[in-house]
């Protein structure tokens, strides 16, 4: 059983991907029914999403600014991948 106060706090420090963090959120909010703090809760998944896709959006056209294609770029959505291709371009 996931507890409410841990998933909030991996919340607020931004730890895991999207997609993990989405997990945790609907396991928690499954296994505890009366949670009391469903709505911070809430808020800070809403934010934590918002900051990654603007993320995300950024790092691909980073990328396709490097000359990758769309197709890889989508693949390749790291801050690693980008410093390694600009440094190839740059250096």
């Known amino acids: 059983m996931f507890k409410p106060e841990a998933t909030l706090r991996l919340l607020r420090g931004r730890f895991w991907g999207a997609r993990a963090m989405e997990r945790r959120v609907k396991r928690c909010?499954?296994?505890?029914?009366?949670?009391?703090?469903?709505?911070?809760?809430?808020?800070?998944?809403?934010?934590?999403?918002?900051?990654?896709?603007?993320k995300r959006k950024e790092i691909y056209h980073e990328l396709r600014e490097l000359g990758v294609g769309s197709v890889e770029a989508r693949a390749n959505l790291s801050a690693a991948r980008v410093k390694e291709l600009a440094r190839r371009t740059n250096g």
């Open 29 to 54: 909010c499954a296994d505890n029914p009366d949670c009391p703090i469903e709505a911070e809760c809430a808020a800070e998944y809403d934010a934590f999403v918002n900051v990654t896709d603007d």
